[in-house]
């Protein structure tokens, strides 16, 4: 949500780029299996408990998974946020939902990286309303400890079929973000990323959320500067400098921009129940551009 004040911008050390540059490339292959693994009668819990085991397999562990915001009295429950159609982010994947033909599906995932592990139990998944009896799974090393950095990235599909104006709008959300990342350099201002998105989201006339935004990442889940997906006068802007790392997330509506917060205290969705779609990368400010970590 927007609500850091720009403050302190963080810069990172040349050994910290370093590890976050490793995480981020872990983090990219972790989102290349999940997205291969999305296809209806595949469920949302499958995939958080695959995203689990990939990560600590890894060396790295959940980012999201227990973090406390503002939108909710109660830590967010699940490795990843797995939202479908006019779910905009930050839908847990538990409860579990079965994925369809024609469904949108959102999957943002974080990961902190390098940590030590702990052994962690296995896992019980409930059982299915199919009545099949709850399953073990074992998961991979338990909890977070050290001194890992954060990266953070999402992407958006389509399972099957769907009308042709859902796959331009998930195609713009996409163009959008390698938009906005072309915009960064050194010397140049979130602004520049905020207009560069705007203008081109609006050209294609679909609806810029305005309730959330992107943000800085690294030694935190969330940083300063906050970077909008538009621009108006009066919002926070800052000046980006070399070894910033930024997280550059455009969140698009098929209709109106305005969301609402479901009753779970996360789930963020679309006013009028359009589609949404969501893209992210991990970004480092560099003199002559940027690099994206989590390719």
Known sequence: MMNQPHKTVTIKTPEDIELLRKGGKRLGRILDKLMRTV??????????????????????????????????????????????????VHAPAVPS????????????????????????????????????????IRRGAGVAMGDGLYTDMARTVIVGKTDKKVHKLVKVTEDALKIGIKQVRAGRRVSHISRAIEKYIDTAGFGIVRDLVGHGVGYEVHEPPEIPNFWQEGLPDCILQEGMVLAIEPMVNL???????????????????????HFEHTVVVTKRGCEVITK
Request: aromatic residues 6%.
């Open 97 to 136: 939902r079965v994925i369809k033909q024609g469904d949108v599906v959102k999957i943002d995932i974080g990961m902190k990286w390098p940590v030590r592990n702990t052994p962690q139990p296995p896992l019980t998944l409930r059982g299915g309303d199919n009545g099949n009896p709850p399953l073990k």
């Open 39 to 88: 296809k209806a009668g595949v469920t949302t819990e499958e995939l958080d408990v695959l995203a689990e085991r990939l990560i600590r397999e890894a060396g790295g562990a959940p980012a999201f998974k227990g973090y406390v915001g503002r939108l909710g009295d109660r830590p967010f429950s699940t490795t990843i946020c797995t939202s479908i159609n006019d779910e905009v």
């Open 255 to 277: 209709g109106t921009w305005r969301v609402k917060v479901q009753p779970d205290g996360w789930t963020i969705v679309t006013a009028d129940g359009s589609p949404a779609a």
